[in-house]
C-alpha cells in the first residue's frame, strides 16, 4: 500500500494557496485558492506564454482619452483583472490582487483603488467573495482594510512580520493575514548567524503565535502562513488555516513521502499562554517599532514591490510604444 505524498496529507489539515502567477503550475497542483503580488505579475508578464492577456489588455484601451502614467495604471489594472480572471478558472477558491504598493501609507487612496478592482472584477460577473485585496499591513493599510471589509470587499493583509500587525488586523476585522515565514527566518539568521529548523524557527513561531491567540480569543480574521524557504516551516505549521506556497515547495512536498502530523489546531489553541491586548494608534506604532526585524522587513518589502511595479511601468510604456 502506496503512503500518501505530504502535499496530499496536508491538504486535510490546511488549506492549501498556489504562491505564483503561473497557470500551468495551479492546474498542476490544485490548491484552493491563489495569490499574486506585483514581482509575480511581473515575471509572468515577460513570458511569452502570457503575452496574449498582456496584448489584450494594451489593444482594450486603443483610442483611450488616457494618456501617460494614467494609461499605463489603467492598463495594469487590466493585466492585474486579466490574471485574476484567469487564475479563478482554475483555483475553485479566491484570488488575491495587490494594490499598488506605493500607496502603503495612503489610506483614502488605497480604499478607492480597492473598490476600483473590485468593480472591475464585478463587471466580469465575477463575486466579490471570490477575491481578496491584497494591502501591506502598515497603519494606513489596515484602516483601509477595517473600511473595505464593512463595505463587503475582502483583505489580504500583506508584509506582516510582527505580532502588533496582527492584533491589530484582527481588531480591524479584516478577512485574512499573510504573516511571511521565510523572511523572519532570513532576518534572525542573518542577524545572529544561527540556522534554524522545525520548531525553532522564528518565523514559524510567529505564526503559531498569532494562530494561537486569534483562535484563543475567537477571531474570524483567517491566518496564511506565506514566503517559505523549505518544506520543514510547511510541515510544522500543518494545521493553520491557509499556507501559500511556491511551485517548487508544492513539488517536493508531493513527491515526498510519509507520515504528515497536524501540528496546530484550535483545540490546542485554546491552552495557549497568551492575554488579550487592544491597541491604538499610539500603541501600535510604539509596539510595531520596538520590533527591528518587523519594521526593517515590512520597509523592504514595500521598497521592493513599489520597485517591481515601477518595472512593470516600463516594461508595459514599451510595449504600447
Known amino acids: ?35 499574486t503580488n506585483p514581482s509575480l505579475i511581473l515575471q509572468a508578464a515577460a513570458k511569452p506564454e502570457y503575452k496574449p492577456l498582456v496584448d489584450k489588455a494594451i489593444s482594450e484601451h486603443a483610442g483611450s482619452a488616457l494618456t501617460g502614467d494614467a494609461l499605463t495604471e489603467s492598463v495594469i489594472d487590466r ?38 478592482l473590485i468593480e472591475m472584477y ?34 489580504n493583509l500583506t508584509l506582516l512580520f510582527s505580532f502588533a500587525q496582527a492584533v491589530a488586523c484582527a481588531e480591524a476585522g479584516v478577512q485574512l493575514i499573510s504573516p ?12 545572529t548567524g544561527n540556522e534554524y529548523t522545525g520548531a525553532d524557527d522564528p518565523g514559524v513561531q510567529s505564526v503559531k503565535k498569532i494562530y494561537n491567540y486569534y483562535k484563543k480569543f475567537g477571531y474570524k480574521t483567517e491566518v496564511m502562513g506565506a514566503s517559505f524557504r523549505n518544506t520543514s516551516q510547511i510541515t510544522e505549521l500543518a494545521g493553520c488555516d491557509l499556507l501559500t506556497i511556491s511551485p517548487g515547495l508544492l513539488e517536493t512536498l508531493q513527491n ?51 520597485a517591481d511595479i515601477v518595472k512593470l511601468e516600463k516594461l508595459i510604456s514599451d510595449m504600447m510604444a
Open 122 to 155: 464585478e463587471k466580469e460577473g465575477i463575486s466579490r467573495d471570490r477575491i481578496l485585496i491584497k494591502i501591506a499591513s502598515t497603519w494606513e493599510g489596515i484602516r483601509a482594510a477595517e473600511e473595505l471589509e464593512k463595505e463587503g470587499i475582502h483583505c
Open 1 to 35: 500500500m502506496s503512503t500518501a505524498n505530504h502535499l496530499d496529507q496536508l491538504k486535510k489539515y490546511t488549506t492549501v494557496v498556489a504562491d505564483t502567477g503561473d497557470f500551468t503550475t495551479m492546474e498542476e497542483y490544485k490548491p484552493q485558492d491563489a495569490t
Open 180 to 191: 511571511f515565514v521565510g523572511r523572519i527566518y532570513d532576518w534572525y539568521k542573518k542577524s
Open 79 to 116: 493585466i492585474l483583472i486579466l490574471f485574476g480572471l484567469e487564475i479563478l478558472k482554475i483555483v475553485p477558491g479566491r484570488v488575491s490582487t495587490e494594490v499598488d504598493a506605493r500607496l502603503s501609507f495612503d489610506t483614502a487612496s488605497t480604499v478607492a483603488k480597492g473598490r476600483q
Open 256 to 306: 515526498t513521502a510519509g507520515e504528515l502530523t497536524e501540528k496546530i489546531n484550535e483545540t490546542t489553541a485554546q491552552s495557549c499562554d497568551c492575554e488579550k491586548i487592544s491597541l491604538d494608534e499610539k500603541a501600535f506604532r510604539f509596539e510595531y517599532n520596538e520590533d527591528a526585524m518587523a519594521t526593517e522587513k515590512t520597509a523592504e518589502g514595500i521598497r521592493n514591490f513599489s
